[in-house]
Protein backbone atom coordinates (compact mmCIF):
# COMPACT_ATOMS: atom_id res chain seq x y z
CA UNK A 1 0.00 0.00 0.00
CA UNK A 2 1.53 3.04 -0.80
CA UNK A 3 0.21 5.99 1.85
CA UNK A 4 2.02 8.59 0.40
CA UNK A 5 -0.44 8.51 -2.58
CA UNK A 6 -2.99 8.70 -0.44
CA UNK A 7 -2.60 11.35 2.60
CA UNK A 8 -2.74 14.67 0.04
CA UNK A 9 -6.29 13.16 -0.74
CA UNK A 10 -7.15 12.86 2.66
CA UNK A 11 -5.84 15.39 4.07
CA UNK A 12 -7.70 18.01 0.67
CA UNK A 13 -11.10 15.53 1.76
CA UNK A 14 -10.58 16.27 5.39
CA UNK A 15 -10.08 20.30 4.92
CA UNK A 16 -13.07 20.56 2.84
CA UNK A 17 -15.21 18.54 5.10
CA UNK A 18 -13.91 20.98 8.21
CA UNK A 19 -14.43 24.30 6.04
CA UNK A 20 -17.50 23.62 5.05
CA UNK A 21 -18.98 22.35 8.17
CA UNK A 22 -17.90 25.47 10.76
CA UNK A 23 -18.09 27.84 7.91
CA UNK A 24 -20.14 30.00 9.07
CA UNK A 25 -22.04 31.15 5.80
CA UNK A 26 -25.21 31.16 7.72
CA UNK A 27 -24.79 32.08 11.04
CA UNK A 28 -24.31 36.00 10.02
CA UNK A 29 -28.05 35.89 8.14
CA UNK A 30 -29.40 33.29 10.95
CA UNK A 31 -28.35 35.94 13.40
CA UNK A 32 -29.39 39.12 12.03
CA UNK A 33 -32.77 37.61 11.54
CA UNK A 34 -32.46 36.25 15.55
CA UNK A 35 -32.33 39.76 16.64
CA UNK A 36 -34.85 41.31 14.00
CA UNK A 37 -37.25 39.07 15.73
CA UNK A 38 -36.21 39.84 19.08
CA UNK A 39 -36.44 43.73 18.33
CA UNK A 40 -40.33 42.98 17.02
CA UNK A 41 -40.81 41.56 20.69
CA UNK A 42 -39.43 44.79 22.02
CA UNK A 43 -41.70 46.70 19.79
CA UNK A 44 -44.48 44.41 20.64
CA UNK A 45 -44.50 44.94 24.31
CA UNK A 46 -43.75 48.63 24.16
CA UNK A 47 -47.29 48.60 22.06
CA UNK A 48 -49.07 46.96 24.88
CA UNK A 49 -47.90 49.21 27.19
CA UNK A 50 -49.27 52.41 24.86
CA UNK A 51 -52.24 50.20 24.26
CA UNK A 52 -52.95 50.04 28.10
CA UNK A 53 -52.24 53.45 28.50
CA UNK A 54 -55.64 55.33 27.67
CA UNK A 55 -57.21 52.69 30.15
CA UNK A 56 -55.56 54.08 33.10
CA UNK A 57 -55.64 57.79 32.16
CA UNK A 58 -59.51 57.43 31.76
CA UNK A 59 -59.19 55.08 35.27
CA UNK A 60 -57.56 58.26 36.91
CA UNK A 61 -59.40 60.63 34.86
CA UNK A 62 -62.85 60.11 36.72
CA UNK A 63 -60.77 60.63 40.60
CA UNK A 64 -58.07 62.82 39.82
CA UNK A 65 -59.67 65.34 38.11
CA UNK A 66 -57.65 68.26 38.60
CA UNK A 67 -54.81 66.36 37.83
CA UNK A 68 -55.29 67.49 34.28
CA UNK A 69 -51.09 68.97 33.85
CA UNK A 70 -50.07 64.59 34.55
CA UNK A 71 -52.79 63.42 32.70
CA UNK A 72 -52.26 66.03 30.11
CA UNK A 73 -48.55 65.25 29.83
CA UNK A 74 -48.77 61.13 29.82
CA UNK A 75 -51.38 61.69 26.96
CA UNK A 76 -48.58 63.57 25.22
CA UNK A 77 -45.70 61.42 25.81
CA UNK A 78 -48.00 58.18 24.73
CA UNK A 79 -48.61 60.20 21.38
CA UNK A 80 -45.16 60.64 21.01
CA UNK A 81 -43.59 57.51 21.77
CA UNK A 82 -45.78 56.22 19.37
CA UNK A 83 -44.76 58.11 16.99
CA UNK A 84 -40.99 56.83 17.37
CA UNK A 85 -40.65 53.55 15.51
CA UNK A 86 -37.56 52.42 14.48
CA UNK A 87 -37.83 49.63 11.56
CA UNK A 88 -35.99 46.81 11.35
CA UNK A 89 -34.08 48.13 8.50
CA UNK A 90 -33.22 51.48 10.50
CA UNK A 91 -31.68 49.26 13.42
CA UNK A 92 -28.52 49.89 12.10
CA UNK A 93 -28.57 53.11 13.09
CA UNK A 94 -27.57 54.34 16.65
CA UNK A 95 -29.37 58.10 16.31
CA UNK A 96 -32.52 56.27 15.78
CA UNK A 97 -32.66 53.36 18.32
CA UNK A 98 -31.33 56.79 20.82
CA UNK A 99 -34.68 58.99 19.68
CA UNK A 100 -36.74 55.82 20.31
CA UNK A 101 -35.86 55.25 23.76
CA UNK A 102 -35.71 58.95 24.33
CA UNK A 103 -39.41 58.72 23.36
CA UNK A 104 -40.03 55.71 25.61
CA UNK A 105 -38.35 56.99 28.67
CA UNK A 106 -40.05 60.08 28.40
CA UNK A 107 -43.46 58.02 28.84
CA UNK A 108 -41.98 56.11 31.72
CA UNK A 109 -41.64 59.11 33.46
CA UNK A 110 -45.04 60.48 32.80
CA UNK A 111 -46.46 57.30 34.16
CA UNK A 112 -44.38 57.53 37.31
CA UNK A 113 -45.84 60.69 37.84
CA UNK A 114 -49.34 59.62 36.46
CA UNK A 115 -49.18 56.21 39.76
CA UNK A 116 -47.77 58.98 41.74
CA UNK A 117 -50.80 60.92 41.84
CA UNK A 118 -52.88 57.86 42.99
CA UNK A 119 -50.82 58.43 46.53
CA UNK A 120 -53.25 61.23 46.77
CA UNK A 121 -56.38 59.36 46.16
CA UNK A 122 -57.34 56.81 48.33
CA UNK A 123 -60.43 55.82 46.05
CA UNK A 124 -58.36 55.61 43.48
CA UNK A 125 -56.01 53.47 44.96
CA UNK A 126 -58.38 50.27 46.08
CA UNK A 127 -60.33 50.47 42.64
CA UNK A 128 -60.34 47.58 41.04
CA UNK A 129 -60.24 48.75 37.65
CA UNK A 130 -57.14 51.12 38.41
CA UNK A 131 -55.26 48.00 40.48
CA UNK A 132 -55.62 45.71 37.47
CA UNK A 133 -54.33 48.54 35.24
CA UNK A 134 -51.51 49.16 37.52
CA UNK A 135 -50.89 45.11 37.82
CA UNK A 136 -51.14 44.79 33.81
CA UNK A 137 -48.20 48.13 33.39
CA UNK A 138 -45.95 46.85 36.12
CA UNK A 139 -45.93 42.93 34.17
CA UNK A 140 -45.47 45.21 30.79
CA UNK A 141 -42.66 47.28 32.09
CA UNK A 142 -41.42 43.78 33.27
CA UNK A 143 -41.87 41.95 29.62
CA UNK A 144 -39.93 45.13 28.62
CA UNK A 145 -37.47 44.61 30.10
CA UNK A 146 -37.20 41.37 28.93
CA UNK A 147 -37.21 42.09 25.65
CA UNK A 148 -35.00 44.70 25.46
CA UNK A 149 -32.80 42.15 27.14
CA UNK A 150 -33.09 39.68 24.68
CA UNK A 151 -32.64 42.04 21.99
CA UNK A 152 -29.19 43.55 23.12
CA UNK A 153 -28.22 39.47 23.60
CA UNK A 154 -28.90 38.99 19.91
CA UNK A 155 -27.56 42.25 18.49
CA UNK A 156 -24.31 41.55 20.45
CA UNK A 157 -24.20 38.00 18.95
CA UNK A 158 -24.73 39.78 15.59
CA UNK A 159 -22.42 42.26 15.89
CA UNK A 160 -19.58 39.57 17.15
CA UNK A 161 -19.91 37.95 14.46
CA UNK A 162 -19.31 40.33 12.17
CA UNK A 163 -15.85 40.68 13.42
CA UNK A 164 -14.84 37.48 14.55
CA UNK A 165 -13.18 34.53 12.72
CA UNK A 166 -13.99 32.49 10.30
CA UNK A 167 -17.80 34.66 9.99
CA UNK A 168 -15.83 37.55 9.70
CA UNK A 169 -14.40 36.09 6.21
CA UNK A 170 -18.15 36.22 5.07
CA UNK A 171 -18.93 39.23 6.69
CA UNK A 172 -15.91 41.28 4.41
CA UNK A 173 -16.69 39.41 1.03
CA UNK A 174 -20.49 38.11 0.83
CA UNK A 175 -21.86 40.43 3.36
CA UNK A 176 -20.00 43.31 3.06
CA UNK A 177 -22.87 45.26 3.31
CA UNK A 178 -23.95 44.31 6.51
CA UNK A 179 -23.62 46.69 9.42
CA UNK A 180 -23.61 46.31 13.05
CA UNK A 181 -27.15 46.55 14.91
CA UNK A 182 -27.39 49.02 17.58
CA UNK A 183 -27.96 48.60 21.24
CA UNK A 184 -29.55 49.89 23.53
CA UNK A 185 -28.08 52.10 26.60
CA UNK A 186 -28.94 53.15 29.81
CA UNK A 187 -31.03 56.21 29.95
CA UNK A 188 -29.99 59.42 30.94
CA UNK A 189 -30.15 59.27 35.38
CA UNK A 190 -30.20 55.53 35.59
CA UNK A 191 -26.67 55.64 37.18
CA UNK A 192 -28.54 57.31 40.68
CA UNK A 193 -31.28 55.34 42.51
CA UNK A 194 -34.78 56.33 42.77
CA UNK A 195 -35.35 58.39 45.76
CA UNK A 196 -37.85 57.46 48.31
CA UNK A 197 -40.06 59.42 50.33
CA UNK A 198 -42.86 58.68 53.14
Known amino acids: MNFSFRWPSLLAA ?3 ALSLSGCGYNTIPT ?10 EVEAQYQRRADLIPNLVATVQGYAKHEKEVLTAVTEARAHASQAKVDVSQLTDPEKLKQF ?12 RLLAVSEAYPDLKSNTNFLAL ?8 NRINVARRDYIQAAREFNTSLRTFPTLLWAKTV ?12 NAGAEQAPTVKF
Open 134 to 141: QSQLEGTE
Open 14 to 16: LFL
Open 101 to 112: QEAQAQLSGALG
Open 31 to 40: QEEEAKAKWA
Open 175 to 186: FAGTKPLAEFTA
